[in-house]
C-alpha cells in the first residue's frame, strides 16, 4: 500500500528529482526484496569463464591497443566520493579509549602499535611534524612521552591536517625522494602511460563528493602544469557527482519511512550504483574504470600498465569483429555467415544461445543475433582469490533463466543455500574493479547505459543510527547488476595490479613504499 506524503514530504522529494511514485517504489523494493543470484558455476580459467592469455596474446593486444586505439577518444574514469574516514577506523578507536596509563598497545591494537612503529615511513609524515610544528607542538617530544593520542589526532582532526575527513583521492600515499604523491597524482601518471591519444591529450574525470570538489579542484591547479611538463601530455580532467535523483529513502524494520530530527525524511546514496548515470554521460570511443584507492608507486605500475593495454587491445578487437557481422547481419547472413556468427557469440563473448534460438527460424535468428551483439562491452580484469572481500566472476541465471558471465557481491548470494555457497566456495577469482568499457554502437552513436541495468541486483542492508536500526538500499552495483545486460568478457591479470589502500597501514606493505 503506497504511503500518503504531506505536503511538505513532497516538496523535499521533489528537490531531489524523484517523484512520489519513485519513493513507493523504493519502499516496495524494501518489502518485498530483491532476489538473490542464482549461481550456475564460478567463473574460471579451466572452464573458460575466464581467459588465461599467454605471452603471444599479450604481445597481441598489447600492440593491437597501440594500433585500433588512434584517433579514438580514450577516458579514465575513477569513482573516488567519499571520505578516507574508514581507513583510520583503528587510530579513532584507540584515540577513544587510550589514556597513557597501564595500557598496553601491543595487545589492544596492535595495528597501532605498527603504525606509530613506522609512522616515519609514511609519505605524509613531514606534514605532520610541519603541522604540529606549527602549533608550537614537538612531534618527537610526544613519541618519547608517549602521548600518541594527540599526534594521531594532528593527522585527523580537521583543524590540522584533517585527514579522516580528506577524500581519500587527495592523502598523500607514496614518496619519490624529497616528493609525496596522492592517488589523485597516481592516476594522472597512470593515465600519461596508457590513455594518452595520438595528439597528447589524457582526459581523466572522477566522481567526487560536492563537499571535496573544491578541494580537488584545488590539487588539480597546484600539480596540472607540472604533470603536463614531466610527461608532455595535456591534462582534461573533469568531475561529477553522484546525482540525488538516485537517493533512496531510509525506512525502520518496519519498512516505515525515518525521519530525522526536524521531521524531514532521511535519503542515502543509492551506492557506486548511481555511478552508471556518471558513466552514461562520458563521450569517449574506450573508457578505462578503476578505483581511486588502488594504485602504485612507479616502480610497480609496469605489470599495470600492460595489462591495461591488453585488455583494451582485446575489447577493441572484439568489438571490431563484432561491428563487422552486425554489419553483415543488416545486410542478411547467409546460412554459412549466421554459423560463423553463432560461433563467435557463444565461443569469444560467452552469450548463450537458448532454446527459444534453436527453436527460431534463420530469419529469427538473424535478428534475435543482432539484438544479443548490440549492446555495450566489457573486459574485466580477475585476479587469483586471496581471501580478499568482495565481488567475484560467475556464470548466473537471470530471472528469465538467461546464462551469463556476471560479477556478483557476497551479498547477494543465498549463503544458506549449502549448493550456492558451494559454488560460491569454488570461485578462484576476485574483481579487482579492473574494467574497460566501450559504450558506442556500430552506427557510432552511444548506448543509453540506463537501458542495460537489471534492477532486479539491488540489495538491502542494516545500519544502526543511535539506537535506531535502519534498511538502506543499494542500487544495482556499478559493475555488477548495472552492467548486467553488456557483454561481459573476463581475464586474469597479475594480482600486481591490484593494491588497494584499504587502512593506513596498507601504505606499509612493500607494494606502497620506495622502490
Not at 2 to 20: M, Y
Not at 373 to 393: A, F, H, S, T, W
Request: glycine letters at 6%; aromatic letters at 10%; charged letters at 25%.
Amino acid at each position: 500500500m503506497p504511503v500518503n506524503f504531506s505536503a511538505s514530504d513532497l516538496q523535499q522529494i521533489a528537490s531531489l528529482g524523484l517523484t512520489e511514485s519513485d519513493v513507493n517504489h523504493q519502499i516496495d523494493n524494501f518489502r518485498q526484496g530483491f532476489p538473490k543470484t542464482h549461481l550456475v558455476a564460478a567463473a574460471t580459467v579451466d572452464n573458460g569463464g575466464i581467459l588465461r592469455l599467454d605471452d603471444k596474446a599479450i604481445n597481441r593486444y598489447s600492440k593491437y591497443y597501440q594500433q585500433a586505439s588512434s584517433g579514438k577518444k580514450i577516458l579514465k574514469f575513477v569513482p573516488a566520493s567519499g571520505a578516507a574516514t574508514r581507513m583510520f577506523k583503528d587510530l579513532y578507536s584507540f584515540t577513544a579509549t587510550y589514556f597513557g596509563i597501564d595500557y598496553n598497545i601491543e595487545k589492544e591494537h596492535p595495528s597501532v602499535k605498527e603504525f606509530l612503529e613506522k609512522i616515519r615511513t609514511f609519505a605524509f609524515y613531514d606534514d605532520l611534524v610541519a603541522c604540529m610544528k606549527n602549533a608550537n607542538a614537538d612531534f618527537d617530544d610526544y613519541m618519547q612521552r608517549g602521548d600518541f593520542s594527540t599526534i594521531i589526532n594532528f593527522l585527523l582532526k580537521e583543524q590540522y591536517m584533517g585527514y579522516g575527513n580528506l577524500p581519500k583521492g587527495l592523502l598523500k600515499f607514496h614518496k619519490y625522494g624529497h616528493l609525496q604523491r596522492t592517488p589523485l597524482e597516481e592516476h594522472i601518471v597512470e593515465g600519461a602511460e596508457y590513455a594518452r591519444m595520438a595528439d597528447g591529450t589524457v582526459n581523466l574525470h572522477f566522481t567526487v563528493s560536492p563537499e571535496h570538489r573544491p578541494l580537488f579542484r584545488k590539487k588539480i591547479d597546484e600539480v596540472k602544469r607540472y604533470y603536463e611538463d614531466a610527461f608532455h601530455i595535456k591534462l582534461n580532467i573533469s568531475f561529477s557527482e553522484q546525482k540525488h535523483y538516485t537517493d533512496i529513502i531510509a525506512v525502520d524494520e518496519q519498512n516505515n519511512p525515518v525521519r530525522d530530527e526536524n521531521g524531514k525524511l532521511i535519503f542515502r546514496p543509492g551506492g557506486h550504483g548511481a555511478l552508471i548515470e556518471n558513466l552514461n554521460e562520458q563521450r569517449a570511443d574506450l573508457i578505462f574504470v578503476k578505483n581511486i584507492d588502488n594504485v602504485v608507486p612507479d616502480w610497480m605500475k609496469h605489470t599495470t600498465i600492460v595489462y591495461k593495454k591488453v585488455l583494451a587491445g582485446l575489447l577493441l578487437s572484439l568489438q571490431q569483429q563484432t561491428f563487422d557481422y552486425l554489419q553483415t547481419l543488416d545486410r542478411g547472413a547467409s546460412p554459412a555467415e549466421l554459423k560463423k556468427i553463432e560461433q563467435f557469440a557463444q565461443k569469444q563473448l560467452f552469450i548463450e544461445l537458448d532454446e527459444n534460438y534453436r527453436k527460431a527460424n534463420q530469419r529469427q535468428r538473424a535478428k534475435l543475433l543482432h539484438n544479443l551483439l548490440n549492446r555495450p562491452m566489457r573486459v574485466c580484469g580477475m585476479v587469483k582469490n586471496q581471501g580478499e572481500p568482495g565481488g567475484g566472476p560467475f556464470f548466473t541465471l537471470n530471472t528469465q533463466g538467461v546464462k551469463s558471465l556476471q560479477i556478483v557481491e557476497t551479498a547477494q548470494i543465498n549463503t544458506k543455500d549449502p549448493a550456492q555457497e558451494s559454488i560460491l566456495a569454488g570461485a578462484t577469482h576476485f574483481n579487482p574493479v579492473d574494467l574497460v568499457c566501450a559504450t558506442k554502437n556500430y552506427h557510432g552513436r552511444y548506448f543509453d547505459l540506463r537501458k542495460y541495468v537489471d534492477p532486479a541486483t539491488g540489495f538491502i542492508s542494516k545500519k544502526t543510527k543511535g539506537a535506531t536500526t535502519l534498511k538502506s538500499q543499494e542500487l544495482p552495483g556499478l559493475w555488477n547488476g548495472a552492467m548486467a545486460n553488456w557483454t561481459t568478457i573476463f581475464v586474469e591479470v597479475p594480482l600486481a595490479t591490484f593494491n588497494p589502500v584499504k587502512t593506513v597501514n596498507d601504505l606499509l606493505r612493500k607494494e606502497h613504499l620506495e622502490g
